[in-house]
């Protein structure tokens, strides 16, 4: 059951389409009611996206612990490891590239702190979305939702200290979703999800944006660059992964 939540003016109650950030945003919309995005463009929705292409079923976890062990044996299911952990038995990671070339399995636990975390304490329509599957998303929740409210959320990195770090890539993956909706005809938009759309919209070259931003820095420094590329393909996916039971499911 749903208790009546009284609006707050940070909720952006007045509008459908909606924009906020990290895991108190994420939770906030999910108490709400309607459809919550997620956008973690580097990397778990972009490595989310290729999986489910591929038939996947993914399984969000926050963090590669005895929680996320017991869930992959309950559902029968694989443990992703971290990327510098993968070993020809076990190749299976958070890395779009290797899961886009390598074999998978049927279902994958795929831990992540961030988009991963937020997916996994989520309620509601949840549906993963980056730069490869933006329009798609997009278009799938103006032809479902009708009236229901939709908040797109940008899931952000960590800082050492664990508070949220705003990103550039994730704010970019959220304005490609938001400007989707706005041709699909999703409804009335907050200012602050319009100006996450304008900062998308704006933005002369994002592929060049996101490449030089420091999630992109970093991964390519710890010689992940090939992920990078990946999470920089634009709506070249018509999948749109939905939270179906737990898990990510192609629809």
């Known amino acids: 059951m749903r208790w009546a939540v009284t609006p707050e003016?940070?909720?952006q109650h007045a509008y459908r389409v909606r924009f906020a950030w990290g895991p108190v945003g994420a939770a906030r919309a999910s108490r709400r009611g309607g459809a919550t995005v997620i956008v973690d463009v580097l990397s778990f929705t972009t490595a989310v996206s290729v999986a489910v292409e591929r038939g996947v079923v993914v399984h969000p976890a926050a963090r590669a612990d005895e929680r996320a062990r017991a869930s992959a044996r309950d559902a029968d299911a694989v443990l992703a490891v971290g990327r510098h952990e993968v070993t020809e038995e076990h190749p299976w990671s958070l890395s779009p590239a290797a899961l886009r070339s390598g074999p998978v399995p049927a279902r994958l636990v795929l831990p992540s702190p961030n988009g991963s975390a937020l997916a996994a304490a989520a309620e509601g329509v949840v549906v993963a979305a980056c730069l490869r599957n933006a329009r798609a998303v997009a278009w799938w929740l103006a032809a479902r939702a009708h009236n229901e409210v939709i908040t797109v959320i940008a899931a952000g990195e960590r800082w050492p200290d664990g508070s949220l770090r705003p990103a550039l890539e994730d704010l970019l993956g959220a304005g490609a979703v938001l400007a989707a909706l706005t041709e699909a005809g999703?409804?009335?938009e907050s200012p602050e999800a319009a100006c996450a759309r304008?900062?998308?919209?704006?933005?002369?070259?994002?592929p060049d944006a996101v490449r030089g931003c420091a999630s992109a820095v970093e991964l390519r420094d710890g010689g992940f660059g090939e992920d990078v590329e990946v999470a920089?393909?634009?709506d070249v996916s018509g999948v749109v992964p939905v939270l179906v039971?737990?898990?990510?499911?192609a629809h």
């Open 232 to 234: 920089l393909e634009s």
């Open 245 to 249: 039971d737990g898990a990510f499911e």
């Open 9 to 11: 003016p940070w909720d």
């Open 198 to 206: 304008a900062a998308y919209v704006a933005t002369h070259a994002v």
């Open 186 to 188: 999703g409804g009335s």
